[in-house]
Nanobody, 124 residues
Framework: QVQLAESGGGSVQAGGSLRLSCTAS?????MAWFRQVPGKEREGVAA???????GYADSVKGRFTVSRDYAKNVLNLEMNRLTPEDTGMYYCAARWSEVPGHTWSLVEAFYGFWGPGNQVNVSS
């Protein structure tokens, strides 16, 4: 049974930093972070995939950094200069099967495995 477990997150004031980590029970080809607030659709935040490639949502470029520890099957997300708009439940996602032509993805339907989520609260 494939499992994803998130850790980190919490509460911080605007301008602060937080770190999220996701540990997978096995090495995945693609991994990503998504976030969701009540009443809104889940949105892709940052992704890590084949060939060490990464991708980011425009809203977090320059502030968030995603990294992989392939030896430990861990996906990290460093979040800096946080704003209240970054508040939400953050989910780790993974896909094991390779998709030709895709080095990373921020599309929710691309991923078949999800962690339970970890809350991030940013106060103004």
């Amino acid at each position: 049974q494939v499992q994803l477990a998130e850790s980190g997150g919490g509460s911080v004031q605007a301008g602060g930093s937080l770190r999220l980590s996701c540990t997978a029970s096995a090495s995945a080809t693609y991994m990503a972070w998504f976030r969701q607030v009540p009443g809104k659709e889940r949105e892709g935040v940052a992704a890590s995939g084949r060939l060490g490639k990464t991708g980011y949502a425009d809203s977090v470029k320059g502030r968030f950094t995603v990294s992989r520890d392939y030896a430990k099957n861990v996906l990290n997300l460093e979040m800096n200069r946080l704003t209240p708009e970054d508040t939400g439940m953050y989910y780790c996602a993974a896909r094991w099967s390779e998709v030709p032509g895709h080095t990373w993805s921020l599309v929710e339907a691309f991923y078949g495995f999800w962690g339970p989520g970890n809350q991030v609260n940013v106060s103004s």
